[in-house]
C-alpha cells in the first residue's frame, strides 16, 4: 500500500473508532429518550439526519471505490454486498433531501442498513476466525484482510460502524417522530 494511501487508511481507522463511540453515546440518548437533555440531542441530530445518512452514505461508496479501483483491493464476495446495501443510499438520501422527504427515507435506508450491517458483522466474524459458507472458494477470500488497524479495524468494521451509524441516526429521527406525536 502506498504511502497515501496508508495515511487514509490510518485516518479512516481513527474515523471508525470516533464511528463506534459515537453509536455508543446515540444509544445512551436513545435509552434515555424521555429525558431533557437527550431529547435536545435527538432533535439536533434528526434536524441533520438526512445530511448526515447522505454523508455517511457519500464517504462509504467514495472509499470503496477508492480502495477498489485506486489502491487496486479487489472486492470479495461479501463486500459487493455490503455495496449492494450502501450504494442506493447515496441516492435515497440526496432524492430525500431534494423532495424535502422527512419519514419515507428512513424505513428504506433502515432495511438496506440492518442488511447491511447483518453482512458486515458476519464478514467481521469470517475475517476473524476464517470460517464462513460460501467465502473463498472462488476469486478472493472473504477471509482476508487488506487492512488492519488499531488492533481489529478492517474494512468489514468500517462498513459496519457506517451501517450502524447510519442506523443510530434514522432511529433517532423516528424517536423524534414519537416525540412530536407525543406532544401534539
Keep these: 500500500m502506498s504511502g497515501s494511501a496508508q495515511l487514509i487508511t490510518t485516518l479512516l481507522a481513527y474515523a471508525t473508532a470516533l464511528g463506534q463511540l459515537g453509536i455508543v453515546i446515540m444509544i445512551l440518548v436513545l435509552v434515555a429518550w424521555k429525558t431533557a437533555w437527550a431529547r435536545k440531542i435527538i432533535a439536533l441530530i434528526t434536524r441533520f439526519a438526512r ?15 477508492y480502495y477498489s479501483n485506486i489502491v487496486g483491493f479487489e472486492p470479495c464476495l461479501l463486500c459487493w454486498w455490503q455495496r449492494i446495501f450502501l450504494y442506493p443510499q447515496l441516492i435515497l438520501f440526496a432524492g430525500a433531501l431534494w423532495l424535502k422527504d422527512r419519514l ?13 450491517l447483518a453482512t458486515a458483522l458476519y464478514h467481521v466474524q469470517v475475517q476473524f476466525t476464517g470460517h464462513g459458507a460460501g467465502c473463498g472458494s472462488q476469486g478472493v477470500s472473504c477471509a ?3 487492512v488492519f ?4 479495524i478492517s474494512m468489514p468494521v468500517m462498513s459496519a460502524t457506517a451501517f450502524g451509524l447510519v442506523i443510530v441516526v434514522i432511529l ?13
Excluded at 172 to 184: C, S
Design 104 to 116: 419515507h427515507v428512513y424505513w428504506y435506508s433502515l432495511a438496506l442498513s440492518v442488511l447491511g
Design 172 to 184: 433517532a429521527a423516528l424517536t423524534q417522530r414519537k416525540i412530536e406525536k407525543q406532544t401534539q
Design 51 to 65: 445530511w448526515l445518512g447522505l454523508g455517511i452514505a457519500l464517504s462509504g461508496v467514495a472509499l470503496s471505490l
Design 144 to 146: 482476508k484482510r487488506l
Design 149 to 152: 488497524e488499531l488492533g481489529y
